[in-house]
């Protein structure tokens, strides 16, 4: 599923967050019935847990902390400490590079779809998955499959129900800083991890509103959203054709989908990891070009066949 901080920021439309409440209710209603006893979330960060001074392409947490930014959940968050070990290590057994923390910081990416399934963010056990989508350079998409396949196959060998989450947008450009145009300040922010104080934050949120409101007015120079792209995506996850992903470029995401359409990496990896039991069913299925959020917002939930 997607992620936004505006969905708790005020600008959206009520009807545009009442229709992304309902498919999310949907998909609360699908977890629910499942009833997971582990949760194991793949989801990126927005240079508020990783930082230029250390970045990983991936990393498996042993214990996570979120963040609490936009209104989420601030705090510990429920990490089998043993059990993430034992993934990170069949992980680099396959053959996977993946880093370990044992004090990860989580933003919105990780929490806000926690929040959103369970109604809170430690209500179940989690097993958090970190996947570089924003700082370049990136690796090859095919890496984010074969990450998603070894995390399956350790998942293969628990007598546990899992449920599987890649937390990500599809097209969206959002005004995230950049190693190469930062300003000195954020610079630093974005490469030692100088903590924000509470007026930068409330500063970071107040412009983030005013971005959306003028990309939903037309009158921003970011890079429109790509519904075309979107459901050419939506296609390959739901007919399990994930392996298609593997020739698209980095350069080509981002011209289709923009800057922030990498974290498409998120879904490759989390259905990679459910494709690891055999062909897989998607059924909630739901797909928004929300403008007020800047991004191509989408659900889907999937079975074992």
Request: net charge neutral; aromatic share 4%; glycine share 8%.
């Given at each position: 599923m997607s992620h936004s901080p505006l969905l708790n920021l005020p600008g959206p439309s009520r009807g545009l967050l009442d229709e992304i409440e309902g498919a999310?209710?949907?998909?609360?209603?699908?977890v629910e019935g499942y009833d997971p006893e582990l949760v194991v979330i793949f989801s990126p960060d927005h240079y508020n847990g990783f930082f230029y001074r250390a970045m990983p392409p991936f990393c498996i947490g042993t214990?996570?902390?979120?963040?609490?930014d936009y209104g989420t959940h601030a705090g510990p968050l429920n990490v089998p400490e043993d059990l993430a070990t034992d993934c990170a290590t069949a992980v680099l057994?396959?053959?996977?590079?993946?880093?370990?923390?044992?004090?990860?910081?989580?933003?919105?990416?990780?929490?806000?779809?926690?929040?959103?399934?369970?109604?809170?963010?430690?209500?179940?056990?989690v097993i958090p998955i970190f996947v570089n989508?924003?700082?370049?350079?990136?690796?090859?998409?095919?890496?984010?499959?074969?990450?998603?396949?070894?995390?399956?196959a350790f998942l293969a060998g628990l007598d546990k129900r899992v449920l599987v989450v890649g937390s990500g947008g599809l097209s969206h450009s959002p005004p995230v800083p950049?190693?190469?145009?930062?300003?000195?300040?954020?610079?630093?922010?974005?490469?030692?991890?100088?903590?924000?104080?509470?007026?930068?934050?409330?500063?970071?949120?107040?412009?983030?509103?005013?971005?959306?409101?003028?990309?939903?007015?037309?009158?921003?120079?970011?890079?429109?959203?790509n519904p075309v792209w979107d459901h050419r995506f939506l296609e390959i996850v739901d007919e399990g054709r994930l392996s298609e992903v593997d020739q698209w470029s980095n350069s080509f995401v981002v011209y289709e989908g923009g800057s922030s359409a990498q974290e498409i990496r998120t879904w490759v990896a989390?259905?990679?990891?459910?494709?690891?039991?055999?062909?897989?069913?998607?059924?909630?299925?739901f797909y928004k070009p929300a403008a007020e959020l800047i991004a191509g917002f989408a659900i889907r939930t999937a079975v074992s066949k």
């Open positions: 999310i209710a949907d998909a609360r209603k699908f214990r996570a902390t979120g963040v609490g057994a396959a053959g996977v590079d993946v880093a370990v923390s044992a004090s990860m910081d989580v933003d919105h990416g990780t929490v806000q779809p926690l929040e959103k399934l369970f109604g809170n963010a430690t209500a179940h056990p989508a924003i700082a370049v350079p990136l690796g090859p998409l095919h890496r984010c499959r074969a990450l998603g396949a070894a995390v399956g950049t190693l190469a145009t930062a300003a000195p300040a954020v610079r630093e922010r974005i490469v030692d991890g100088r903590p924000m104080t509470a007026e930068q934050r409330q500063a970071r949120q107040a412009a983030v509103i005013e971005a959306a409101k003028s990309f939903a007015e037309g009158e921003s120079e970011l890079q429109p959203l989390a259905f990679a990891a459910l494709e690891t039991a055999g062909p897989y069913q998607t059924t909630v299925r």
